[in-house]
């Protein structure tokens, strides 16, 4: 069983940063595949981010490529997603994940066995 909380969500005007940190019970942590995905009202839970167990492989959305950095701590049971140039549209949110889900897979929302509860991230223009 892993229990993940995450924090770090907020207010932010349209070009600032946010740093959203998940911390993982349980451990498991170090041999789960990490992802970071979000919500926004109205809309279906995307995929944001991931990386896999090792951290030796990382991969994101094409909206948040260049702008966001998904990482992971084993010995701390953390991973982090710092967030950067933040638009209007990043508004959502951001739910950590965990599961045994392989590289090609990690993208997938339904290959996660466990959830974090959520963060709100608002970003005004």
């Known amino acids: 069983q892993v229990q993940l909380v995450e924090s770090g969500g907020g207010l932010v005007q349209a070009g600032g940063s946010l740093r959203l940190s998940c911390a993982a019970s349980?451990?498991?942590?170090?041999?789960?595949?990490m992802g970071w995905f979000r919500q926004a009202p109205g809309k279906e839970r995307e995929f944001v981010a991931a990386?896999?167990?090792?951290?030796?492989?990382?991969l994101y959305a094409d909206s948040v490529k260049g702008r966001f950095t998904i990482s992971r701590d084993n010995a701390k049971n953390t991973v982090l997603l710092q967030m950067n140039s933040l638009k209007p549209e990043d508004t959502a949110v951001y739910y950590c994940a965990a599961g045994p889900v392989s590289s090609i897979r990690i993208m997938i929302r339904g290959e996660y066995d466990y959830w974090g509860q959520g963060t709100q991230v608002t970003v005004s223009s």
């Open positions: 349980g451990r498991t942590f170090s041999s789960y595949a």
């Open positions: 990386i896999i167990a090792s951290g030796d492989y990382t």
